[in-house]
């Protein structure tokens, strides 16, 4: 079991390594934007299958880190942070469906509705009723 261990980490490590390379090359390759978070996405949803949900955040993690902090295009970055890198370790079985929706539905009505937060001061209250209502 000790074995295990330590290849799932190995494996988190080079699989974030990797992605960090990749959203550095979309930032250097205008083609590749949205295709680099979108592997690094692939990347993050690996480890979730190999290592577990717990070494998937991790890896989320660092990467979004390294790639806020190294990547100079900031819109690859922010696209993998805020799209497309939590969606693999979300949408594992073993999260609840009301868990998932009620995570998604307020990400997307606080994201959508930032600039409007000073003049209205409402976060998502419509949406947390519109998660839970019954079809």
């Known amino acids: 079991m000790k074995g295990r261990k330590s290849?799932?980490?190995?494996?988190?490590?080079?699989a974030a390594a990797l992605s960090v390379a990749l959203?550095?090359?979309?930032a250097v390759v205008p083609v590749l934007m949205f295709i680099a978070p979108a592997v690094?996405?692939?990347?993050?949803?690996?480890?979730?299958?190999?290592?577990?949900?717990?070494m998937a955040l991790t890896a989320y993690g660092a990467v979004s880190?390294?790639?806020?902090?190294?990547?100079?295009?900031?819109?690859?970055?922010l696209v993998f942070v805020f799209?497309?890198?939590?969606?693999?370790?979300?949408?594992?079985p073993g999260?609840?469906?009301?868990?998932?929706?009620?995570?998604?539905?307020?990400?997307?009505?606080?994201?959508?509705?930032?600039?409007c937060w000073p003049c209205t001061g409402w976060c998502c209250c419509w949406c947390l009723r519109a998660a839970f209502r019954r079809s």
């Open 7 to 14: 290849w799932a980490m190995a494996y988190c490590g080079m």
């Open 23 to 26: 959203m550095l090359l979309g």
């Open 40 to 54: 690094a996405s692939l990347l993050i949803a690996t480890v979730c299958v190999e290592c577990g949900r717990t």
């Open 65 to 77: 880190l390294l790639s806020l902090l190294f990547v100079p295009d900031k819109e690859v970055a």
């Open 83 to 92: 799209l497309l890198g939590y969606y693999p370790v979300w949408s594992s």
């Open 95 to 115: 999260l609840s469906a009301s868990v998932c929706r009620w995570c998604g539905c307020c990400a997307s009505c606080c994201s959508a509705t930032v600039p």
